[in-house]
């Protein structure tokens, strides 16, 4: 079956230190998202693209960065962690011309 | 920037009760579709609306979508424990190049 699938589920860090969060998708999906989860804020969105090369900046995006070499793998790249990014991030994928957006289960963040 | 409201923030009920939350937006939606999050696990769309004044039931699930398109609501009947999780409403930019900016969300609870 088509899933969408996010590594690591947990990861603990230090500030300052570089982290990758990885996305794959197997629904040859256009379209990916990643979001940030924090109590009192909800779903924010960090950046997102529509296509191989394609990438865009969320409301949430500084810190952050993302690139798009294919069509299944979206990384989220921190590229110095603070502690201000703990949370829980998901990421998501659409087909064109689709609304519905299929999110993965998360990866918990803790940056001490 | 368009804001969205969902109320109320928390809800505890008892095993079959009826409820109704809502979701609010300060400007016209293109349309909106409800999500529900569990513990652990990543949202999973519910329903998408699209027209002012459209009703779509769920088993004991029932959508309302406003005649103005800038409220909507989610009415259980007979809540069950499986009920409990986090709904969020999202405004859905529509097109090839979709997007959605989500509520903060509610956090229901369904005490058997």
């Known amino acids: 079956d088509a899933e969408i699938t996010q590594s690591p589920r947990h990861k603990i860090t230090e500030t300052g230190r570089q982290v990758t969060l990885a996305c794959h998708q197997t629904w040859n999906h256009n379209n990916m998202f990643w979001y940030r989860q924090d109590l009192g804020h909800g779903l924010r969105l960090i950046h997102y693209s529509y296509g191989v090369q394609d990438t865009n900046k969320g409301e949430v995006s500084d810190g952050y960065s993302v690139s798009r070499s294919n069509t299944e793998d979206l990384p989220l790249t921190l590229e110095s962690a603070a502690s201000s990014q703990t949370s829980v991030y998901f990421c998501a994928s659409s087909d064109l011309d689709q609304e519905t957006q299929y999110f993965g289960p998360g990866t918990r963040l803790l940056v001490l | 920037t368009q804001l969205l409201e969902q109320s109320p923030q928390f809800l505890s009920i008892q095993e079959g009760e009826n409820l109704t939350v809502y979701c609010n937006s300060s400007?016209?939606?293109?349309?909106l579709q409800w999500y529900r999050q569990e513990p652990g696990e990543g949202p999973v769309l519910l329903v998408t609306?699209?027209?002012?004044?459209e009703v779509k039931k769920l088993k004991r699930l029932t959508f309302q979508f406003g005649d103005a398109r800038k409220d909507s609501s989610l009415h259980i009947t007979a809540a069950q424990t499986g009920d409990t999780g986090l709904y969020l409403c999202a405004d859905v930019k529509t097109g090839a190049n979709s997007k959605l900016t989500f509520g903060k969300g509610i956090t229901l609870s369904v005490r058997p």
């Open positions: 400007s016209v939606f293109s349309s």
């Open positions: 609306v699209v027209t002012g004044g």
